[in-house]
């Protein structure tokens, strides 16, 4: 059993059919890529924004406590419980109660979490009275939970219920023509909390946000522009903005390029020579640009930064030759 995956490209319908709908919604992604602020953005965009928007760190909390945590308990329930405590299910009522770390949720209790669901009613532990709610439910994981699921550590049932609606977050390496988007969104953001007027990068950072693999997703992305915020002294980020510790990494990348003798091979091509010069070398490009597409998988960010070429650059060969980035 694989875990589904969503396109980059279609993340936005998905987005709208939850935000538009009280189904439950399992988010999916490496660590940083914004899972709990998606979580958060869609709740805000739905009819219940209204309401409590309750975050469940399942991963932070002791194992023991994680069934009072969200059930809540009454008092004399066990040794300690010396009175009365509401559930964070309960603290929900009306809003979302977002579920993080859903992985690390204990397998004797995604039982009483899949008769929640399914009945929308708790019993505080120690308790015997049923709670109705009225909660939206919406989980998120870094783990590939369908591979859970089928090593028997996850709850076939549980997991089919939470993924009414499944999105799959993407590393921010492959979200190429988002990345504009997200660093003035950050920017404007930040900027606005500082209470500056910072209008725009630099081209020289765009180039090394651009050519950068950004391991810590949104999250890295985040944290730079922050800092670069608070640092700028104008109305435009420079690279003397950046934070020390990212312009050394970046630095170690681009000095890693420039200093590599051998380069790996990913192919061999054989095709007629003909008198005309420029025609042969634009299908040896084509060739070129279409292979090392296809070794990582369409990626475009990826691409560039691997076979050692500006993305704009990239993109424009694209859109010239009409390569399908998706084959």
């Given at each position: 059993m694989s875990q589904p995956k969503t396109s980059c490209s279609g993340l936005e319908?998905?987005?709208?059919?939850?935000?538009?709908?009280?189904?439950?919604v399992m988010i999916t992604g490496a660590t940083g890529t914004g899972k709990t602020s998606l979580a958060r953005q869609i709740h805000l965009e739905s009819e219940r924004k209204s309401r409590p928007?309750?975050?469940?760190?399942?991963?932070?909390?002791?194992e023991g406590t994680i069934e009072s945590e969200l059930f809540g308990h009454e008092r004399g329930a066990f040794t300690g419980a010396d009175q009365k405590r509401m559930g964070r299910?309960?603290?929900?009522?009306?809003?979302?109660?977002?579920?993080d770390e859903?992985?690390?949720?204990?397998?004797?209790?995604?039982?009483?979490?899949?008769?929640?669901?399914?009945?929308r009613k708790v019993i505080p532990v120690g308790g015997n009275r049923e709670v109705q709610l009225d909660v939206r439910v919406i989980a998120a994981t870094h783990r590939d939970i369908w591979e859970a699921a089928a090593r028997g550590e996850f709850r076939e049932d549980l997991l089919h219920r939470l993924c009414v609606v499944s999105i799959n977050l993407c590393p921010l390496s492959e979200r190429g023509e988002e990345l504009g988007d997200l660093v003035h969104g950050c920017l404007d953001e930040f900027a606005g909390r500082a209470g500056k007027l910072i209008y725009r990068i630099s081209t020289a950072v765009a180039e090394v946000f651009e050519?950068?693999?950004?391991?810590?997703?949104?999250?890295?992305?985040?944290?730079?522009?922050?800092?670069?915020v608070l640092a700028c002294e104008g109305t435009e980020i420079t690279l003397a903005d950046l934070p020390?510790?990212?312009?050394r990494r970046t630095s170690r990348i681009e000095l890693k390029k420039s200093?590599?003798?051998?380069?790996?091979?990913?192919?061999?091509?054989?095709?007629?020579?003909?008198?005309?010069?420029q025609d042969t070398i634009s299908r040896?490009?084509?060739?070129?640009?279409?292979?090392?597409?296809?070794?990582?998988?369409?990626?475009?960010?990826?691409?560039?930064?691997?076979?050692?070429?500006?993305?704009?650059?990239?993109?424009?060969r694209i859109k010239a030759y009409g390569i399908d980035v998706l084959q």
């Open positions: 319908k998905l987005i709208k059919i939850a935000r538009n709908s009280d189904a439950t928007f309750v975050v469940v760190n399942l991963a932070s909390i002791h299910l309960e603290l929900a009522q009306g809003g979302t109660v977002f579920l859903i992985g690390e949720l204990p397998l004797r209790l995604q039982a009483r979490l899949l008769d929640f669901i399914q009945s050519s950068y693999d950004w391991p810590g997703n949104l999250r890295e992305l985040r944290n730079v522009i922050e800092y670069a020390a510790s990212f312009t200093t590599a003798f051998a380069y790996p091979i990913f192919g061999t091509v054989e095709m007629p020579l003909t008198l005309s010069y040896l490009e084509r060739e070129y640009f279409e292979r090392a597409l296809r070794r990582n998988g369409g990626r475009i960010n990826r691409t560039a930064q691997q076979i050692g070429i500006n993305k704009t650059t990239l993109l424009r």
